[in-house]
């Protein structure tokens, strides 16, 4: 959550800022704020509740000059989210400027000792401490700014990425990380620091991925240095190149960014599947598993992590690795997992889900399975992410930045690894026959093809969600390998409509939740012509029984749903094990055109961030 940027340059600083606080602005929504040195040596700090365009109209009142500067857009933790709450925070003299993604754990404790020795505070947050710890320490002990961010750090529990400018030294920024990301773009004769590689692009594609437990020294027309916290010895530069391109980051001649994601799916999933179907669809290559042969070949359990969105993924990579590898695969919430003292050892294979790669759960989840000896692959969008950074292995799912906070692609590109992934074991253990394998990868490399065609089903969608205006509830259905889909289905529904739905399985629903069943609540059933086709019908009938609404997702042209659904939508055919990624697309745009008919932003929702990188 959160997100920090930063510019030392020769440039103006102010509208790199702000253009790079809006890439970010999918990390948190609730205010936005940055300080800038101008030439006469002076500290101007703008903040503003609410999103970055209230900040400008703030700023643009005032002075907006200087080369060097650090901003801020943040999804509150500690405190309202109202202006004082807002980064930058300064010190008590005034003279440092600091902006923080992370949570300070211990802020209690040293926000008494800073007050016992005189230092008064204006905010509820735990980052306003560590700016007067900073100052506390430099003026106590007449140092540097470096010295003083390295000793309060030091004392610092929790997790952060932050930036720091003083009002002394125009030339110089220090930035840290632990557990939350930031990354240093290197251009020519100019540094950006950022919480992603998004507001970098535009100026550079060189950049530093700053380790946890580093600070990053960024001093004009001088390298950028980098050394450990602890042995203030000098790490290794490792500048990497970026692949991202702008026109990824931008909307492309549509109106949101979900609806851009949900339509680029075809090539997304294209670029997922590059490379890694090969012999006319006989083999699957994914590198991670080649390499590790062993490991996979000795596995005796897998359990799979992950949190929303990616933890549906997980649901059906179960399903996958069950079905394909015959090895016995457990999903857990990483939350619980990472409390939940897991016996693991070194024929566990832990295989995490994030698209974003910073959720802190998952990334906490990862470094306890490793420290208990398993094996740990990750399953990952955003390239060189904490969470990829400390896997032994994994797979890039590759469908570009999702900036939606709604996550669409990046679940059918997760679903599509997922699979790829169980067969690659399942083709490594001899469990799967040729033939079956050969089928699957068929449909695999014909996916991008079928998801245009279920994408058509668009208007007929668009029409749909007119009609459920009124509903405040909503029941997904789903069985087997479309359970998952309709817990997804219904996640997406509530965080960008705000409308109550549940997701459960079809069978299950006859032992409580049809208790709610009325011609209030409409019920989506994915039902498509699968191995659990017959049982789903009699689901179908439970809810029509008792006056509820039923849109059934079904599978190209079955005639026989369409005389006891209210509404069918259709899906292109395909093997089962693939259909909840297709069956997801309906799901995807009847959440989104229901939110777009009840006026909601749908790419910035009410209290969610993109990533979540707090517990
Ligand atoms: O980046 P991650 O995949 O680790 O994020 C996990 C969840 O926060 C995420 O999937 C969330 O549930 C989405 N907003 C759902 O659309």
Redesign the pocket.
Known sequence: MCGIVGYLGSKGAYEILIQGLKRLEYRGYDSAGVALLDCDGKLNVHKSQGKVSNLEKVAQAGNTNGSVGIAHTRWATHGEPNDINAHPHVSQSGMIALVHNGTIENYAVLKKVLMDHGYEFKSETDTEVLVQLIEYIKLTSSCSLLDAVRAALLQVEGAYAIAVIEQNDPDTMIVARKSSPLVIGVGDGETFIASDATPIIDYTDEVIYLNDNEIGIIRRNEPVQVISLESKEPSAINIQKLKLSVAQLEKGGYDTFMLKEIFEQPSTLRDCLRGRIVDNCSRVVLSGVELNKERFMKAERITLV???????AALIGKRLIQDFCQIPVEVEY?SEFRYGNPVLNDKDIVIS???????AD?LAAIQLARQKGAFVYGVC??VGAS?PRNTDSGTYIHVGPEIG????K??TG?VTVLTLLALSIAQLRGTIRPEKLHEILSALERLPETITEALKVDPEVKKLSRIFAYAHNFLYLGRGYNYPTALEGA??LK?ISYIHAEGYPAAEMKHGPIALIDHEMPSVIIAPSDSLYDKIISNVQQVKSRGGAVVAIVSHGNQAMNDIADFCIEIPEAPECLTPIVASIPLQLLAYYIAVNKGKNVDQPRN?A???TVE
């Not at 889900?353 to 959720?359: F, L, N, R, V, W």
């Not at 906070?405 to 669409?408: K, L, R």
């Open positions: 992950a949190c929303g969105t990616s933890w549906h990483a889900i994030s698209q974003s790669g910073e959720t998952t969008n955003v969470i906070v709604a996550s669409t990046a679940f997760q996640l997406k965080e969610l993109k990533s979540v």
